[in-house]
């Protein structure tokens, strides 16, 4: 019967096996009742065996079943159970059978739009953060995880963010050159150009063109700068497709935000000059927009990468309008002096040809490109001042993702603070209740499912030799980065990594996350042509729920986050484990061989 045994758990003693020869079997026969690929069907039979191994085991011999009747076992037994509708028949509706009761005890949030196992997660964590990081006393006043909790402290002070968040944000849009929106208007000789850089390197928004510092695709050892398009105020096909209804609301919502903002900054511009110049900046963006490739486009890494010095970038371009050895010395000032020799990486060149020549025309207003740039900072920071810049943009993001409410202040707080001190933030987390057993169990986790998957590379039929070859290569040369690096909690070490931040001041929310986030492209600006250690290179999030794979440098990182119940838990079964854990694991193997 399928309910029998559902609030218990077998825990069944077990011999080492030729893991890849029995998954190999069991793809080999398994039907498959879905079209899927090759790669999805061996990942998928990968966690389906390692989930029920220790009863193919057991069946080779006579083996005394023993109960887990464990605390760890038992609350594992009832949170299955509790999942389980039994008023509907399985035979009937298996789905709805074993996933009605979740969904029935776990309605989606108002603040959310999509609700999971990893949402809950991320929200117990959150809150766990939220319980530690203000109670800290033991560090001295410089100690990274002392700046963590004042920038935190500095969020949820609504008081001092409401009387200086206006006049905060106008002194860095006076610092880019001023935001024409407002009614200023542009010095004489404004360079557009400076702006870009300055957002660039003082603000960290990418505008017009993006300019970063990452490992090389085609020889990952070493770091090179970059040159593509940058993300926009809206997805891309929400500028470009203007039929539908839903498409055109979001289109209004979006002008409707940009004058609230310019209206909350205190804009002298009437009501029809201001419709008037946001059309104007939300077509340039528009067709900006439009001169970029489309996200299914850019899955293929290779299909426009250019390695070029930027002299014959400049000579590509064709322009006056944007000198980019000296755009990019002015990028990154300090930091390093490039020459017309230097090597870069372009990846859209068609896109900056097109944007080049739009510059170029004498349609493009000056104003329009400024306010543009001055829109990419407001649309950035706007959400760090008061109250009702908060409002005009949650206003917002209801017509684009359909959310209803609001997300709780220490809830977006303890994000931010998680996101730009996510290091700090991960040796609390570890400390405060991170089993340390697990980062060893999940490593050997790993290599079992990676020794699985080379045996069925090996003996599968539909790849030729060639490909086998470099695909056994690109798994041997796969690494995974569990929980979190071994000198987190090394206090020099810690504080050392971020050396450079600058002061966090308490009652300064808006230039806190300014500070931090500078220090991080400052960062990564620094890496330039320098080595490229991948077993270094630690997600910054570890008190976090994303494991993801890296294809540029072909690794897996595994937070500490993510490795907790009901998707880990140190004492339960392998079936349920892996059967958990294993199948993010597996579905983060499959990303390094597909697009």
């Not at 702006?195 to 770091?223: F, M």
């Not at 020794?451 to 490909?467: G, H, I, P, R, S």
């Not at 620094?526 to 270094?536: A, F, M, Y």
């Amino acid at each position: 019967m399928i309910m029998k045994g559902v609030a218990k758990v077998e825990q069944k003693s077990h011999n080492p096996i030729n893991w890849g020869s029995n998954v190999y079997h069991l793809i080999k026969y398994a039907g498959f009742r879905v079209k899927r690929t090759p790669v999805e069907q061996t990942l998928i039979v990968i966690v389906c065996v390692l989930a029920i191994m220790a009863d193919v085991v057991t069946s080779r011999k006579l083996i005394t079943e023993k109960v887990c009747d464990t605390e760890v076992c038992k609350l594992a037994a009832d949170m299955l159970k509790a999942t389980i509708n039994d008023s509907i028949n399985p035979c009937e509706d298996f789905h709805s059978h074993v996933c009605s009761g979740w969904k029935r005890d776990n309605p989606i949030p108002e603040t959310m739009s999509a609700l999971g196992n990893l949402h809950l997660l991320d929200e117990n964590i959150k809150n766990e953060l939220i319980e530690v990081l203000p109670k800290i006393v033991k560090y001295e006043e410089q100690d990274v995880r002392t700046k963590a909790k004042r920038f935190y402290t500095s969020c949820i002070d609504t008081e001092t963010r409401q009387s200086k968040g206006v006049e905060a944000l106008k002194a860095v849009l006076k610092s880019l050159g001023g935001w024409p929106l407002l009614g200023e208007t542009i010095k004489k000789g404004y360079d557009w150009t400076d702006a870009l850089a300055y957002a660039k390197r003082e603000l960290a928004r990418n505008a017009i063109i993006k300019l970063y510092v990452g490992p090389d695709d085609k020889n990952t050892s070493q770091n090179i700068i970059k040159v593509s398009d940058p993300s926009f105020g809206m997805k891309r096909d929400d500028f470009i497709d203007r039929s539908s209804e839903k498409v055109k609301r979001k289109i209004k919502a979006y002008k409707k935000l940009i004058k609230q903002s310019a209206k909350l900054l205190g804009s002298t511009k009437t009501e029809e000059e201001l419709d008037s110049d946001i059309n104007d900046m939300v077509e340039f963006e528009r067709t900006l927009a439009k001169f970029s490739r489309t996200v299914e486009e850019k899955k293929d890494l290779y299909s426009k990468y250019k390695k070029m010095t930027v002299g014959r970038l400049h000579l590509e371009l064709n322009t006056e309008q944007i000198d980019i050895l000296l755009l990019l010395n002015k990028v990154m000032n300090n930091i390093t002096e490039l020459t017309n020799s230097s090597e870069i990486i372009v990846m859209e060149l068609d896109y900056l040809k097109r944007t080049c020549k739009l510059l170029e025309q004498n349609t493009t207003k000056t104003e329009t490109i400024a306010n543009y740039i001055g829109w990419t900072i407001v649309n950035g920071y706007g959400r760090q001042t008061t109250k009702e810049f908060a409002d005009a943009f949650f206003e917002f993001r209801k017509v684009s993702t359909g959310i209803v409410k609001a997300t709780p202040l220490n809830i977006t707080c303890i994000e931010k603070a998680n996101y730009y001190f996510g290091l700090p933030l991960g040796n609390l987390f570890i400390n405060n209740r991170f089993n340390v057993e697990t980062k060893m169990e999940i490593e050997n986790m790993v290599v079992q499912l990676k020794v699985a998957f080379e045996e069925l590379l090996k003996t599968n039929e539909w790849m030729d030799n060639e490909t086998k070859k470099k695909s056994l290569n690109k798994l041997n040369e796969m690494i995974t980065l569990v929980a979190y690096p071994s000198w987190l909690n090394d206090t020099k070490k810690l504080n050392g990594f971020y050396e450079k931040i600058g002061e966090i001041i308490e009652g300064s929310y808006l230039e806190n996350t300014i500070t931090i986030a500078k220090f991080h492209v400052q960062t990564s600006l620094g890496r330039i042509n320098k080595p490229n250690n991948r077993t270094k290179m630690w997600g910054n999030k570890i008190a976090g729920v994303e494991a993801y794979y890296d294809p540029k440098s072909n690794k897996i990182f595994l937070p500490a986050g993510v490795l907790q119940p009901p998707h880990y838990q140190v004492g339960l079964p392998p079936a349920l484990n892996f059967g958990a854990i294993g199948s993010i694991i597996g579905h983060e193997i499959t990303h390094g061989f597909d697009n």
